[in-house]
């Protein structure tokens, strides 16, 4: 596997096993149940500042000064994510987008993996949807898991 594409190929193409769809929405899924176990506002804080990280993932990816501007650009997003939920979402559907970029004609976030930023963009746009939506809790809080331990255990 080279780098970057050659220059007469222009986008990789889409994935064909359905194992490269399936994976990234079990992830995001997961990803989701686990965040719901976070109690507010640790979660809205934890997740802004993790997608500020995430802006910075394709620093170094071919594309050039482009990747420093959406790192810059992101980092104020997740910023404002602080603040918003709908903001995470949003800076999470701009990462899909430059996930959608890496795939066809940069590097991708895993070298290793050809389709890797394919599955970024199905993955990150799940989580967008579930954050743009307020972030709801999925499932019990691990608050409600504890007092129904205490109680069950009680005589």
């Not at 307020?134 to 691990?142: E, F, N, Q």
Request: with cysteine; proline share 6%.
């Amino acid at each position: 596997m080279t780098d970057s594409l050659p220059s007469h190929q222009m986008i990789r193409p889409v994935p064909t096993h359905p194992i490269e769809y399936i994976g990234p929405i079990i992830g995001a899924l997961v990803f989701i149940l686990l965040m719901s176990l976070v109690k507010e506002p640790a979660r809205r804080q934890f997740n802004a500042v993790f997608l500020g990280g995430a802006m910075g993932a394709y620093i170094s990816g071919g594309l050039g000064l482009w990747e420093l501007g959406f790192a810059v650009l992101g980092s104020v997003v997740a910023y404002r994510g602080l603040q918003s939920y709908r903001m995470i979402g949003a800076g999470w559907l701009m990462h899909a987008a430059w996930d959608l970029v890496h795939h066809g004609f940069a590097r991708p976030i895993w070298p290793f993996m050809e389709t890797s930023s394919f599955g970024c963009v199905i993955l990150d746009t799940v989580i967008a949807v579930w954050f743009l939506a307020g972030a709801p809790t999925w499932g019990r809080s691990a608050g409600d898991i504890r007092s129904q331990l205490r109680c069950s255990t009680q005589p």
